[in-house]
T-cell receptor
């Protein structure tokens, strides 16, 4: 069975500071990992995905994530956040046949 | 290329009624998945259709059903609505079916059950 744990439900951070949103997964099979962002009253937008290959994945809007198999983690990072990054972020694993299993989400609030 | 569209965007129903939500995938996409998002349960997978066939189904009661048409458009239906069905229903499309295939999400339909 697969599961995803997002350790922080809320993360406040000052503008231009770095941020890390944590995600741990468990799976008995190969995993494909994703980070999505949801702005208020909108659907989900893909930030980045890990399928295979390099463990450091770069995504849109300056975000990146590192796949760590030994720690079963896929933490999302950004070196300098902007006000516009305020949103909810979801880590997800694909269990097959386009069935995404999502974490509970982390609300990132960027403080001016 | 137009994104995933969902209609209606907002819907208010009363308990016991039924509702149909519609999703038009990105042109050329053949896979459509549905998700329910609630504050308590988060994002949960409902079902996925590929080439008019339901390939996978989440853990929801039989009141939740769906279908896909030959043009890949999809509908989901909820019968005998309950207060707990109030949620944001998200549709996602992808080019093909597969674990590594990116899903593109629509803006969702917000259903309120009174």
């Amino acid at each position: 069975a697969q599961s995803v744990t997002q350790l922080d439900s809320q993360v406040p951070v000052f503008e231009e500071a770095p941020v890390e949103l944590r995600c741990n997964y468990s799976s008995s099979v190969s995993v494909y990992l994703f980070w999505y962002v949801q702005y208020p009253n909108q659907g989900l937008q893909l930030l980045l995905k890990y399928l295979s290959g390099s463990t450091l994945v770069k995504g849109i809007n300056g975000f990146e994530a590192e796949f760590n198999k030994s720690q079963t983690s896929f933490h999302l990072r950004k070196p300098s956040v902007h006000i516009s990054d305020t949103a909810e972020y979801f880590c997800a694993v694909n269990t097959g046949a386009n069935n995404l299993f999502f974490g509970t989400g982390t609300r990132l609030t960027v403080i001016p | 290329k137009a994104g995933v569209t969902q209609t209606p965007r907002y819907l208010i129903k009363t308990r016991g009624q039924q509702v149909t939500l519609s999703c038009s995938p990105i042109s050329g996409h053949r896979s459509v998945s549905w998700y329910q998002q609630t504050p308590g349960q988060g994002l949960q997978f409902l079902f996925e259709y590929f080439s008019e066939t339901q390939r996978n189904k989440g853990n929801f009661p039989g009141r939740f059903s769906g279908r896909q048409f030959s043009n890949s458009r999809s509908e989901m239906n909820v019968s005998t609505l309950e207060l707990g069905d109030s949620a944001l229903y998200l549709c996602a499309s992808s080019l093909i079916a597969g674990e590594d295939n990116e899903q593109f999400f629509g803006p969702g339909t917000r259903l309120t059950v009174l």
